[in-house]
């Protein structure tokens, strides 16, 4: 794996195996506190490095240490290639990445049993047993052959130590709760329709062929500006687009909004957002297309207490709802610190909108970040939900409205707004865009 794991663990085995030697000059060894003959040194100095990488990278060392201090232990350790070449990619790049974190320590802890497990007692021991991950694994022994879940042990009392053992097993233990994080980051239902690769486009303004954009080198950023490379036209109903992977698709925008969707869900506070661009328009494919493409974007996305003061005034005219969304889209790469920066320096900044030519205006406030004009502005309120380098989200507190689109009457602070509970996941455009289009595009039941 990281051609620095070598020197990282020559650093981790002399502080486990100096830990002893610094608290009693005759090396005798103290409960809680490890030796030089300890399971966990034997561990990341053994042939499983696949998995005392994984071990490190999940800073799992002291709570195993606080572990071997109170009992014995049995590991169950995958072979390399298990871990090196027969796991699914998208897992282990699912496994790897810092906000899940708390997944691979539980999938780690579900491989090591809070006490000693030899082969010879396998066949007397109960089925069930707890892990350090609170989950259960079953023992079993099947014509001869021992069994950890559904996996084979292929070296049976592998390493043995005095606080514990080690059983190279054939396969990865994948407790239920991790398979479950990852198959719902996984089965975000796809937001992209996608028509063959070769299939011509047709501009729906002037009824003729697109020129395709020139050529550029992969990684470059692209030559079109981002009005250009944008479909044509909003509309209600999801219209096809191109898909990501054509000849200019070096990123995988897809993936991308997905992941962006699925964290606004998990976020909470922005299921109005969520629902309207996988829902009520087309928005997160052609944002998915875009990023493919090599564009950046920042959201800055209302909340859903802003979104249900929307009135039925604002969203009656066709296209509406999409015309809202493109002015909430700035086509450039922004997080809390670079607008901060920019507007303590500027005292005020505009910023380009998807929705062209109308421009964000953002301005210091009260320590933060101000959008918009006047009464219809709105502060940032929830900094970086998600910033992973091509999309950038930022959660605001208000819906914000070209200047000239403001007037005092929109938002009427007199009554007050009663949201109406309808069922969930569904938000007040998609019953106004079900009223209005009679049901007959938008399942409303």
Sequence with gaps: MDSSYGVTKLLLLLFLTTSIATALPDNKPVPGQINSNSVLVALLDSHYTELAELVEK???????????????????????????????????????????????????????????????????????????????????????????????????????????????????????????????????????????EGAPEVDPRTHRLKKPAPAVPAGAPPVLPIYDAMSPGPSLAPAPAPGPGGPRGHFNGEAQVKDFIHTLLHYGGYNEMADILVNLTSLATEMGRLVSEGYVLTVLAPNDEAMAKLTTDQLSEPGAPEQIMYYHIIPEYQTEESMYNAVRRFGKVKYDSLRFPHKVLAQEADGSVKFGHGDGSAYLFDPDIYTDGRISVQGIEGVLFPAEETPATEIKPAAPVVKKVAKSRRGKLMEVACRMMGSRFIPCQ
């Design 58 to 196: 999940a800073l799992l060392l002291q709570t195993l240490e606080e572990a071997v201090g109170k009992h014995n232990i049995t590991i169950f350790a995958p072979r390399n290639d298990a871990l090196e070449r027969n796991l699914d990619p998208l897992f282990k790049s699912f496994l790897l990445e810092p906000r899940n974190l708390k997944s691979l320590q539980s999938l780690l802890m579900f491989h090591i049993l809070p006490k000693r497990i030899s082969s010879p007692q396998w066949p007397s021991l109960s089925h069930h047993h707890r892990t350090l991950s609170n989950d259960h694994l079953h023992l079993t022994v099947d014509v001869n052959t021992l069994k950890v879940d559904s996996a084979e042990i292929i070296r049976p009392d592998d390493v043995i130590r005095p606080d514990g053992i080690i059983h190279g097993i054939e396969r990865l233990l994948i407790p239920r709760s991790v398979q479950e994080d990852f198959n719902r980051r996984r089965s975000l239902r796809s937001i992209s329709a996608v028509i063959p």
